[in-house]
């Protein structure tokens, strides 16, 4: 099996990237990822300095997916994600939505970091928390520019999505030949919102991943998706509002594209069951997840327009 490895690391997703890995259609592959700010986490009593400088979210590699072309549809199923057995987080206190909750503004950031082992994070004093893995940056070379690593689109990237994880598929854009797949910036678990900016419990990974070439869809703008029993599509913008209409408008168009749905049953059947909500509001742009359970879409028509 292919290992992208992370020796090769880039602070952009661009087409303008050397392909470092080619994979075939329908091939599995391992991505050793890096940390997100870096090599300096070696164990439990390392702790993160903001003095630091290094690139923030480095991908591993550019991954070149063959008979890819522009106009597909990747799908990325991820099949697992090993995890380190360290990790940190931090409060970015000059940076953060909650200035506040904070007097002292003389620190750059606090920090904490933990223990990983046996499926939990090792908070402290007894306090255990299940781990969720989580690829936070995936994402295809747009066709157009270089985008910071750390940012975030119709082509994916920084997204903080949850969703991301193992068992489940996420599906991007193809705008580039070979797609040019970037990924980096595991998370060991992440509450929603993300709201101490930096994480997430940040951490070193090896994800092993399949990526199938599929047509793209003709409504498909953002990226999607899939769990085994509901779909779901990511809004991405600024306000917030904003990246919740678009999830729910891409999820309405794959509901009338693939499912046969008119756009009034569809709107009114996610009036009662639709899932949706922020997954992180500090990055560039937020990321909005909308979904729904398999088992609800059947398109069963009865509106009436009065």
Not at 30 to 57: F, Q
Not at 197 to 222: D, F, Q
Not at 225 to 234: A, C, F, S, V
Request: net charge negative; aromatic share 8%; with cysteine.
């Amino acid at each position: 099996m292919q290992i992208q490895k992370r020796d090769v690391l880039y602070g952009e997703i661009s087409r303008h990237n050397p392909v470092t890995m080619e994979v075939e259609n329908g091939e599995i592959f391992k991505v050793e990822t890096e940390l997100n700010s870096g090599s300096w986490l070696k164990s439990i009593n390392d702790v993160y300095n903001p003095a630091i400088k290094n690139m923030v979210n480095p991908c591993s590699g550019c991954i070149y997916v063959k008979n890819a072309k522009p106009g597909d549809m990747l799908k990325i199923s991820i099949i697992d994600i090993e995890l380190s057995d360290v990790g940190y987080t931090c409060w970015r206190i000059k940076n953060n939505t909650y200035p506040h909750l904070t007097t002292d503004r003389a620190p750059n950031n606090v920090t904490k970091t933990v223990a990983i082992k046996e499926g939990f994070v090792h908070w402290g004093d007894g306090v255990k928390i299940p781990t969720s893995p989580m690829i936070g940056v995936i994402g295809t070379a747009p066709a157009l520019g270089a985008y910071p690593a750390a940012a975030l689109g119709p082509y994916g990237g920084n997204m903080d999505v949850q969703e991301v994880t193992v068992g489940n598929v996420i599906y991007l854009p193809v705008y580039m030949e070979g797609a040019l797949l970037h990924i980096g910036d595991v998370h060991a678990l992440q509450g929603d919102g993300e709201i101490c900016v930096a994480g997430g419990i940040e951490t070193r990974s090896v994800c092993t991943l399949k990526t199938e070439v599929l047509p793209a869809p003709k409504s498909m703008i953002y990226p999607r998706l899939e769990g085994d029993d509901w779909i779901g599509t990511i809004g991405i913008a600024k306000p917030m509002e904003e990246a919740f209409n678009i999830a729910v408008n891409e999820l309405i168009n794959w509901m009338m594209e693939e499912y046969g749905f008119t756009p009034h049953d569809a709107v009114l059947l996610l009036g009662q069951v639709l899932e949706a909500r922020c997954t992180q509001v500090v990055d560039p742009l937020f990321s909005y997840v909308a979904k729904v359970k398999k088992e609800y879409l059947k398109p069963v028509g009865g509106s009436v327009l009065v």
